[in-house]
């Protein structure tokens, strides 16, 4: 049974802390197991990346077939639902619309002592995009991972998706299409990671590896980051429904079991000041779990991670929420973005009644990927920032270097550096 | 010796990627005895980290002791050159006030169909700032880490700083003050990251951990990054400059020495148009480096990792920077704004004759954490962005839900994600 918590209950702070430190996901050490398949790679290339791939994948590929080819993209997009396709479409251009408003813009300028300052941006220029196989494969992801990086002007994008058993969804190669991904390597895992970090015969190594994966993906970007930039480490998915009297308990529902069938440790949060409508919620659920086609799932992590916690006013649940610095906060209150304001830590917010989170991941137009288990403290959603980097910019005439040149060089000596305090003062005819 | 290359040599283009794939640092695995040490720190806090740090610093410290005092910082503070303190304080200014334009602005907008979206920013909340102890120990480092986090907005700075034998330069404790720094503590290596990363009695985690360290100290980043962030693990620094027939040698030797001081594995390379400034830059390194008072490590830097290479023209010598991707660039040549738009990965740039690197170490305004083994590719230098997020908001009013429906539900279907597609269709009176 999901958990139901009062916070005026005395023991409501314990309870809640536990909450909070709960583990969603079985922690595998596979560091050792990742390390090794990296050193294969590194020193086999092609050879290991296909052996690695057909041993986990049974995907039946050989060093000259990790690539897909033109052809093979073109025929599986093909092969798509012209209405999905469409629809893949439509999300396309609202996300791309929306992270073209992201582009950093360059800033140089002199201050009062006529030194040039300022801070350059350019796109970095390869990167790579792991999109998980399996259940999770989805091709909304792959929108979203590559359109900020096309948007950004990164001009290659190496995909890696595993084919388990030899097959792949054509969506997945429908929406590499639509985001202009040409570059599709059939291949998963930690050797996927190596990869792309390392670089191989046939696979051009990149500047930095994005996308989800399990807990070998996981750690083998952990392992490669330096060598390559990462994006974050994704957890389980996770959404808090901030919810008043005002809401509908159906729809509240709808948005927690969406969460709940991600699976995987998924967790739905309902925080209401309004008790009627926790016990609605609760009926809800267990109503409408059974008109899904797959139920198990959505019921399992309802019940494993679910929870519901009581509050006697919008201000306590506003603290708790950014306590628990979900993924995605939803504000199904009579008025949101009085509210909005107050939520300090969270991927997103869907703002009332009528933005079921469903709507992010596929064609509000800003960016599913987002930070879970509570990194949204220190961490943001994918974006165009992350596919750039700055540059800065210093310049110094002989003027205002030497306005600058007596404290540099006083702390220079300070700290040891007497070749640092040189390099100024042999400028200065002093 | 330093190495010298001719771009026109037959054999140039296998020598210079020997050059990119030197090592400059001695990978030393540590990364067994960190996740001991952090595991130890989770379990016993306090008394693990004082253990530890009098084990590896001889700091004399016990679990009572590890923060700093105001008086003891006050007094440290107190005794430091007032000179050197007015540096500081100048230097605070000025990074600050170039900080200050680094803040990035809230947006939400209504797009065409009604939806509202919008980035907002948010500071992160607490920050660790490591601070190395003993000959790597700089104040200005102190400065560049902690003033940005001040401009965000960070709310608690902890500062971790090693006193082997119980030693701390004042400097660093004025320029923590200087900087706003007030919560410090005399503790350093792993065991500093994993107090900071998951908090112990006396010292509260935080969410965001910066600043360089040794292979301990970064192989606990590696670590305990995803409990919080990490900025990036810091190699050995460097310098590229670029000069051509208008530079002058003694200044273009005076700035690779000034990097080359650092030692640990620290680079300077000169790629040049005019084949008789190599020359006289080699005879003016040995005249400058016998005048230090340290002049073992730069002499000993230059010689392990210096290099020289000689090209036909600005252009080629373009294309080389962008493959080496420096930390710093300086541009000693005619011309130097009309070049920096070709250079494309640099951690940061230095404008002309006038603009020695050290500059910008110091009091130019910009920041020095930069990224260093060629990831500025991927990764920019400290700023502001660095201790804020993003939180993106989304809202729907029902007109501009049903816009969206079909396609959002299209997609969810085609993902199995029934519950998904039901959050959105349940709200619609279809």
Same mark, same amino acid.
């Given at each position: 049974m999901p958990i139901r918590l009062n916070a005026t209950q005395p023991d409501f702070e314990q309870q809640f802390v536990a909450l909070l430190g709960s583990k969603r996901e079985s922690s595998q050490e596979v560091g050792d197991i990742v390390t090794t398949i990296i050193a294969d790679v590194k020193s086999r290339g092609d050879q290991a990346v296909a052996e690695l791939t057909n041993k986990f994948d049974a995907a039946g590929v050989s060093p000259d077939t990790l690539r897909f080819t033109p052809e093979q993209i073109e025929t599986a997009a093909a092969r798509t639902d012209p209405k999905v396709r469409d629809a893949l479409q439509f999300a396309h251009d609202r996300i791309r619309a929306h992270h073209e408003k992201q582009k950093p813009v360059d800033h140089i300028y002199q201050d009062d002592l006529g030194v040039t300052l300022g801070t350059r941006w350019s796109a970095i220029e390869a990167v790579g995009i792991y999109v998980p196989g399996g259940? @999770?494969?989805y091709p909304s992801s792959v929108l979203m991972n590559a359109i900020p990086a096309k948007v950004a002007g990164v001009e290659r994008i190496a995909m890696a998706v595993p084919t388990p058993n030899g097959e792949i969804s054509p969506a997945i190669l429908a929406a590499a299409q639509i985001a202009g991904v040409s570059e599709i390597y059939r291949i998963g895992g930690a050797q996927a990671i190596a990869a792309l970090a390392f670089g191989t015969n046939c696979i051009a190594r990149v500047d930095k590896i994005v996308g989800p994966g399990n807990a070998f993906v996981a750690a083998a970007k952990r392992q490669v980051f330096g060598t390559v930039g990462i994006d974050m480490i994704a957890g389980p998915s996770e959404v808090l429904v901030i919810a008043d009297h005002t809401a509908n308990p159906a729809w509240v529902a709808a948005d927690l079991i969406a969460q709940a %069938?991600? #699976? #995987? #440790?998924a967790q739905s949060i309902l925080v209401t000041t309004h008790p009627p409508l926790a016990d609605a919620v609760m009926a809800e659920m267990g109503r409408q779990i059974a /008109? /899904?086609?797959?139920?198990s799932i959505a019921r399992e992590g309802w019940e494993d991670f679910g929870a519901i916690l009581t509050v006697p006013t919008l201000g306590v649940a506003v603290q708790l929420a950014n306590r628990i610095a979900s993924e995605h906060v939803e /504000? @199904?209150? %009579?008025n949101p973005k009085a509210l909005m304001g107050d939520i300090r830590h969270a991927g997103a917010i869907f703002l009332g009644h009528h933005t079921p989170e469903a709507i992010g991941d596929y064609v509000g137009g800003s960016n599913h990927v987002l930070p879970t288990a509570r990194s949204a403290r220190f961490a943001s959603g994918l974006g165009v920032l992350d596919f750039v980097k700055r540059t800065s910019v210093l310049g110094c005439d002989p003027g205002s270097l030497a306005a600058l040149a007596d404290a540099a060089v006083t702390i220079a000596e300070a700290e040891q550096l007497d070749g640092h305090g040189r390099s100024i003062s042999i400028r200065l005819n002093r």
């Open positions: 259940l @999770a494969s %069938e991600h #699976g #995987g #440790g /008109l /899904l086609p797959r139920q /504000l @199904a209150v %009579e």
